[in-house]
């Protein structure tokens, strides 16, 4: 992945400072190996929904999506999923859709990917 220029990268969706490495998230793919970061896991999941269209190449098997595990060390010393094979906990992320991916930790009432995804699409915004 490309990496997050702390506090200067801006989410694609919602244009909001990637500053909170808990909940960043990145996509890249495509002919052109086009990157696309992320400030919060709920808006991979909106901009996968509403530009599919205009970039169908997303749901190739060639393209690649980042999470942050939520219980990164620091920015140094980040971890990342595949964002559909990793347990999402319930927390306070910075654009509210409230889903955070847990690598090792995940809880009890975790959610997967889909259940995630259902959620924040049925949240809206």
């Not at 793919?29 to 205009?54: A, M, N, S, Y």
């Not at 809880?107 to 049925?122: F, G, H, N, P, V």
Request: hydrophobic share 40%.
């Amino acid at each position: 992945m490309k990496p997050i220029i702390w506090d200067r990268d801006t989410c694609v969706r919602c244009n909001m400072a990637i500053s909170d490495r808990r909940f960043a998230a990145q996509m890249r793919g495509g002919p052109k190996d086009t990157v696309f970061k992320f400030d919060d896991v709920g808006c991979l999941v909106f901009w996968l929904e509403e530009q599919r269209d205009r970039f169908p190449w997303m749901t190739d098997a060639s393209s690649r999506m980042w999470v942050a595990d939520f219980d990164s060390k620091s920015r140094d010393e980040m971890v990342w999923h595949d964002p559909r094979k990793v347990r999402y906990i319930t927390r306070t992320s910075p654009m509210g859709y409230n889903h955070a991916a847990a690598g090792a930790a995940a809880e009890a009432e975790s959610a997967s990917y889909e259940d995630m995804r259902q959620q924040t699409l049925a949240r809206g915004k």
